[in-house]
């Protein structure tokens, strides 16, 4: 087990906690969150046993005790997931190959949807496949193939998504969630040279929240067509464990809809000249 990220997940999620959530008065308190000793009370251990949790001197809480502590904490199931996997981690080759790629049938599909955006990423948050469309749509991001550094450090990212926060937070969710292997030293490059450069990475990392992306809708401001908004949904890809697809959708007869058109009918080729020269061609009929 790795004591010090059980400690720090411990204590991170802690602070999350308000009193009041547990029927307990707020008070005057100096730090937020619940006590170490309300914690214990609520999950049925002593405060001196979850103080040694905290600290990483206790080295096997049983299954018990986790799910206990998972609803004093009141973690959601990929959170108590999560929270197990410090204790038992799961069995990863030592070394995981620096790149993940998208198989040519992954990608034959993607390219089949000429009309949806669509893209497949790691579990680092690497696009390792995006179709025609989803290039328009994400253009921003140039050459740069990491969704995690881009968000962080491309300014672009923040003039793209109108709700940056809440994506951004989403994103450094979805890496946690996808590396609880404690060893990882892929992760422990990326989560150092982020938190250095990145304070508001830093911030959101902290919160050790975990959360893999599923579906929703996203808000997004286009510098070819300006404002949008677009479904999306996130699929599992079994045949190669960590990967996912994400396909975005308008909904139909929408404004949305008719600026993805137009986006589909620009040439590629000609896409940077067309943001350099700083207007639309013509609108579609």
Request: charge should be negative.
């Amino acid at each position: 087990m790795n004591n010090k990220r059980l400690s720090e997940f411990l204590r991170a999620r802690r602070a999350l906690v308000r009193p009041e959530e547990h029927g307990m008065p707020a008070g005057a308190r100096r730090t937020p969150g619940l006590r170490r000793e309300e914690v214990a009370v609520l999950a049925g251990v002593s405060t001196d046993y979850y103080v040694r949790l905290e600290q990483g001197r206790e080295r096997n809480p049983s299954a018990l005790v986790l799910r206990a502590l998972a609803a004093a904490l009141l973690l959601e199931d990929e959170e108590a997931a999560y929270l197990r996997a410090l204790v038992d981690p799961p069995q990863h080759p030592r070394s995981r190959p620096t790149w993940e790629y998208a198989s040519p049938q992954l990608v034959s599909m993607l390219d089949a949807w000429a009309d949806t955006p669509a893209l497949v990423y790691g579990r680092y948050l690497d696009l390792s496949a995006v179709n025609s469309l989803g290039e328009a749509l994400f253009s921003w991001l140039g050459d740069e193939t990491s969704l995690i550094t881009a968000m962080f450090l491309n300014p672009a990212a923040r003039d793209f998504y109108r709700d940056w926060p809440v994506v951004a937070q989403g994103c450094v969710a979805a890496l946690r969630a996808a590396n609880p292997a404690p060893d990882d030293e892929r992760l422990q490059e990326l989560v150092g040279e982020l938190s250095v450069r990145s304070a508001d990475f830093a911030r959101m990392w902290a919160r050790h929240d975990v959360r893999a992306k599923t579906a929703s809708a996203k808000r997004f401001r286009h510098p070819l067509v300006g404002d949008l908004t677009l479904n999306f949904e996130t699929f599992s890809v079994n045949s190669a464990p960590g990967q996912h697809m994400v396909v975005y959708r308008a909904e139909p007869g929408s404004a949305a809809e008719r600026s993805l058109a137009l986006l589909g009918s620009l040439n590629l080729t000609d896409f940077e000249d067309i943001q350099d020269e700083g207007h639309l061609p013509h609108e579609l009929p």
